[in-house]
């Protein structure tokens, strides 16, 4: 019977295939998630592109889901324990964030995947699976075999449940997923009964937090109990060592006064946040932190206290700051390079004009060209000060521009040099001006850019035309 049902799944797989309409035995949310990647112009022949996080942001998120990766890693085992029937084909227990990060990744016996933490199982990227679902629908979700959009997922079926904290959003996902075999019910009810459990410990860590600060002495991380005008009324051993003062002499200071400096702002969410905060003055001592905040619950008047868990994160930023010098010295040589391209051609267009001045007798022609090297150098000189904006990146502004000027403008600058190759240079512009909204000097070196390689690419005896259109909402632009 399963496999005449997997048969009847194939033949439905193809048909949406060829048509692009998912059959009616086909279940609505299969179908509707199918269409989507459809739209998204993912290829299900195709092994799947799945995305991965960078280093340095993969350790921020795995330092701030810690606890709770700590939490789910029993579990994890247990879903592929080899005492599981699932377990004899091949399985992967999944913990994944709630924007389809995985977290961690625990393989059965045997079991050889490519998945690991960082990889983001959404559809954009992912296809149709179970995490994908259940981070999108924020309900359990299951995907057998030819449900997958991509072929390379057939051999699995999976089933995934979101970790649920009240009303909100879920925050993270658990899933098993098997290959060659079908998941009953008995499986996927316990993936769903062990995401809800995980989620009242999660629930449960939080809520203790705020004892470990008045406890915790063994904890290793500093633990500060604020009040709801972020006044301290109490820490824990560890925030005494990092901020080398004794508790006595902290109690009753504002958050402002114990030395931490916002690094980065928090987002706004609905669920309490804090920012990455710096300890110290700014120099090799100073250390970063990311600073995991906690409400407490259940004590009257005080609805709006927290306990803040400052986790050390002082490494991770060094390597951030590394890999940001090494990114912005790669930037420069690209810089350098680019520059050096861009500057041969105009500096060409400069010396063929003036070559033209020194050999025409004509005084008018001779200054209309020496004019013409002086807007050369303008625009050289405005190309140059470009190049720092990029260093120092700030918004471009915008304003009415005539198009067609610019177009008519970049001809006459460009015809001495079409002279000199034998190359014919003009303009056919339409009726009228051409006004579109953006920035004159970029849209100059946009423009410039192509009329060079234009002229670059056309032998001696051809022509070069700049030909623009205009129609009642937009325009065109041929060279």
Same mark, same amino acid.
């Given at each position: 019977?399963?496999?005449?049902? #997997?048969?009847?799944?194939?033949?439905?797989?193809?048909?949406?295939?060829?048509?692009?309409?998912?059959?009616?035995?086909?279940?609505?949310?299969?179908?509707?998630?199918?269409?989507?990647?459809?739209?998204?112009?993912?290829?299900?022949?195709?092994?799947?592109?799945?995305?991965?996080?960078?280093?340095?942001?993969?350790?921020?998120?795995?330092?701030?889901?810690?606890?709770?990766?700590?939490?789910?890693?029993?579990?994890?085992?247990?879903?592929?324990?080899?005492?599981?029937?699932?377990?004899?084909?091949?399985?992967?227990?999944?913990?994944?964030?709630?924007?389809?990060?995985?977290?961690?990744?625990?393989?059965?016996?045997?079991?050889?995947?490519?998945?690991?933490?960082?990889?983001?199982?959404?559809?954009?990227?992912?296809?149709?699976?179970?995490?994908?679902?259940?981070?999108?629908?924020?309900?359990?979700?299951?995907?057998?075999?030819?449900?997958?959009?991509?072929?390379?997922?057939?051999?699995?079926?999976?089933?995934?449940?979101?970790?649920?904290?009240?009303?909100?959003?879920?925050?993270?996902?658990?899933?098993?997923?098997?290959?060659?075999?079908?998941?009953?019910?008995?499986?996927?009810?316990?993936?769903?009964?062990?995401?809800?459990?995980?989620?009242?410990?999660?629930?449960?860590?939080?809520?203790?937090?705020?004892?470990?600060?008045?406890?915790?002495?063994?904890?290793?991380?500093?633990?500060?109990?604020?009040?709801? #005008?972020?006044?301290?009324?109490?820490?824990?051993?560890?925030?005494?060592?990092?901020?080398?003062?004794?508790?006595?002499?902290?109690?009753?200071?504002?958050?402002?006064?114990?030395?931490?400096?916002?690094?980065?702002?928090?987002?706004?969410?609905?669920?309490?946040?804090?920012?990455?905060?710096?300890?110290?003055?700014?120099?090799? #001592?100073?250390?970063?932190?990311?600073?995991?905040?906690?409400?407490?619950?259940?004590?009257?008047?005080?609805?709006?206290?927290?306990?803040?868990?400052?986790?050390?994160?002082?490494?991770?930023?060094?390597?951030?700051?590394?890999? #940001?010098?090494?990114?912005?010295?790669?930037?420069?040589?690209?810089?350098?390079?680019?520059?050096?391209?861009?500057?041969?051609?105009?500096?060409?267009?400069?010396?063929?004009?003036?070559?033209?001045?020194?050999?025409?007798?004509?005084?008018?022609?001779?200054?209309?060209?020496?004019?013409?090297?002086?807007?050369?150098?303008?625009?050289?000189?405005?190309?140059?000060?470009?190049?720092?904006?990029?260093?120092?990146?700030?918004?471009?502004?915008?304003?009415?521009?005539?198009?067609?000027?610019?177009?008519?403008?970049?001809?006459?600058?460009?015809?001495?040099?079409?002279?000199?190759?034998?190359?014919?240079?003009?303009?056919?512009?339409?009726?009228?001006?051409?006004?579109?909204?953006?920035?004159?000097?970029?849209?100059?070196?946009?423009?410039?850019?192509?009329?060079?390689?234009?002229?670059?690419?056309?032998?001696?005896?051809?022509?070069?035309?700049?030909?623009?259109?205009?129609?009642?909402?937009?325009?065109?632009?041929?060279?």
């Amino acid at each position: 019977m399963a496999g005449h049902r #997997e048969a009847v799944m194939v033949r439905a797989w193809e048909q949406f295939l060829r048509t692009g309409v998912a059959p009616s035995r086909v279940r609505p949310l299969i179908a509707q998630s199918w269409a989507r990647c459809r739209q998204l112009g993912l290829d299900p022949q195709q092994e799947p592109v799945v995305d991965t996080l960078p280093h340095g942001e993969l350790s921020l998120r795995l330092a701030a889901y810690r606890p709770l990766i700590a939490l789910a890693r029993p579990l994890l085992r247990l879903l592929v324990s080899g005492e599981k029937p699932a377990a004899r084909t091949g399985s992967v227990a999944l913990l994944a964030d709630s924007e389809g990060v995985l977290l961690d990744v625990v393989t059965g016996p045997g079991t050889k995947t490519e998945l690991k933490p960082g990889r983001k199982l959404v559809e954009e990227c992912a296809g149709t699976c179970a995490v994908a679902l259940a981070v999108r629908e924020q309900r359990a979700a299951v995907v057998s075999g030819p449900e997958h959009y991509h072929q390379a997922y057939h051999d699995w079926a999976c089933c995934a449940a979101p970790l649920r904290q009240g009303s909100r959003r879920p925050v993270a996902v658990l899933a098993l997923a098997v290959r060659g075999a079908a998941l009953d019910a008995s499986i996927r009810s316990t993936v769903v009964r062990w995401a809800a459990a995980l989620s009242g410990a999660w629930r449960a860590f939080h809520e203790s937090v705020a004892r470990q600060a008045l406890l915790g002495a063994r904890s290793p991380w500093p633990l500060l109990f604020l009040d709801a #005008e972020n006044r301290l009324v109490d820490c824990n051993p560890a925030a005494e060592r990092e901020l080398g003062r004794r508790r006595d002499t902290l109690v009753g200071l504002m958050w402002d006064e114990l030395g931490f400096v916002e690094v980065a702002a928090a987002s706004e969410l609905e669920a309490p946040q804090w920012p990455l905060v710096r300890l110290g003055s700014g120099g090799n #001592e100073a250390k970063l932190f990311l600073a995991e905040g906690a409400p407490l619950r259940g004590r009257p008047g005080r609805e709006r206290s927290r306990v803040l868990a400052l986790v050390d994160i002082s490494r991770w930023q060094e390597r951030r700051e590394q890999e #940001e010098y090494r990114r912005r010295l790669a930037l420069l040589e690209r810089l350098a390079a680019f520059a050096v391209h861009e500057v041969r051609n105009p500096l060409a267009a400069i010396r063929a004009s003036a070559e033209l001045a020194a050999m025409t007798p004509d005084p008018a022609r001779r200054t209309a060209l020496l004019r013409q090297i002086i807007g050369s150098l303008d625009e050289l000189n405005r190309f140059l000060a470009g190049l720092m904006d990029m260093v120092r990146p700030h918004q471009v502004p915008k304003e009415p521009v005539d198009l067609g000027t610019v177009l008519q403008r970049l001809v006459e600058l460009f015809l001495p040099q079409a002279r000199t190759a034998g190359i014919s240079l003009r303009v056919r512009g339409g009726k009228g001006a051409l006004p579109v909204m953006g920035n004159e000097q970029l849209l100059s070196q946009a423009f410039a850019h192509l009329v060079r390689n234009a002229l670059q690419a056309t032998p001696a005896g051809g022509a070069v035309t700049v030909r623009w259109t205009r129609r009642p909402s937009r325009g065109r632009v041929l060279v």
